[in-house]
């Protein structure tokens, strides 16, 4: 099945910086990739995805590059803010199935330090 | 606005009960819900799938006869965790989906305590 690796695990930048998450993943054939924001006892919410068809994609302060050929793809945050602070989860979805679960990451604690 | 709702957010109880939790698609019908189990500090952990009106799809290692699930209509899918015990205390999270290749919406997850 597949499988995705996270890095870092933590991740602390100072308030106006830039920050970036970077995943790998094992499944060739895996070809959607969505970014969630989790913060505490919350559950996930999506902010941002990319399909295998397109290298890379933005919106406002939030962008995600995908490299089919490394198998990686990566979160890029610009200009962060505190209530950017929360952990971030990457995930990918194996085989070309339009309703299958997702693999995530292990998840990126991003703290933004005023 | 929060597209899906998840019941009971918090439950503490007993070794040996039976607890249900419910996940609705408030604005849309979810052809296919999912439910993830996450432990502290830890990543989300795909347990099983269920499609409206079929047997539920479970991931290997998954007890289904511990983890039941109904996906009774379209917008309503529930978990029942039978004879709970302590190593059962996580955290529960559904989520649906519009269509096929939409993306996931997720509830705000169960927090489940078994004492």
């Known amino acids: 099945g597949e499988n995705v690796e996270q890095h870092p695990s933590t991740l602390s930048v100072q308030e106006g910086d830039s920050a970036v998450i970077k995943c790998t993943y094992s499944?060739?054939?895996?070809?959607?990739f969505p970014w969630y924001k989790q913060e505490l006892g919350k559950g996930p919410q999506l902010i941002i995805d990319?399909?295998?068809?397109?290298g890379e994609k933005k919106d406002q302060r939030i962008a995600v590059t995908l490299n089919k050929t490394a198998k990686h793809f990566s979160l890029h945050i610009t200009e962060t803010q505190p209530e950017d602070s929360a952990v971030y989860f990457c995930?990918?979805?194996?085989?070309?199935?339009?309703?299958?679960?997702?693999?995530f990451g292990k998840g990126t604690h991003l703290i933004i330090q005023p | 606005g929060a597209v899906v709702s998840q019941h009971p957010s918090r439950v503490i109880c007993k070794s040996g009960t039976s607890v249900k939790i419910e996940c609705r698609s408030l604005?849309?019908?979810?052809?296919?819900m999912f439910w993830y189990r996450q432990f502290p500090k830890q990543s989300l952990m795909l347990m099983a799938t269920?499609?409206?009106?079929?047997?539920?799809?479970?991931e290997q290692g998954v007890e289904k006869d511990k983890f039941l699930i109904n996906h009774a209509s379209l917008t309503l899918s529930t978990l029942t965790v039978t004879s709970a015990h302590p190593e059962d205390s996580s955290f529960y999270i559904c989520?649906?989906?519009?269509?096929?290749?939409?993306?996931?919406?997720f509830g705000d997850g169960t927090r489940l305590s078994i004492l």
């Open positions: 989520s649906a989906i519009r269509g096929a290749y939409q993306p996931q919406h």
């Open positions: 499944d060739s054939a895996s070809n959607y």
């Open positions: 990319i399909r295998s068809n397109v």
């Open positions: 995930a990918a979805k194996e085989g070309g199935g339009g309703a299958d679960g997702l693999t």
């Open positions: 604005d849309f019908q979810a052809t296919t």
């Open positions: 269920s499609n409206e009106g079929s047997k539920a799809t479970y």
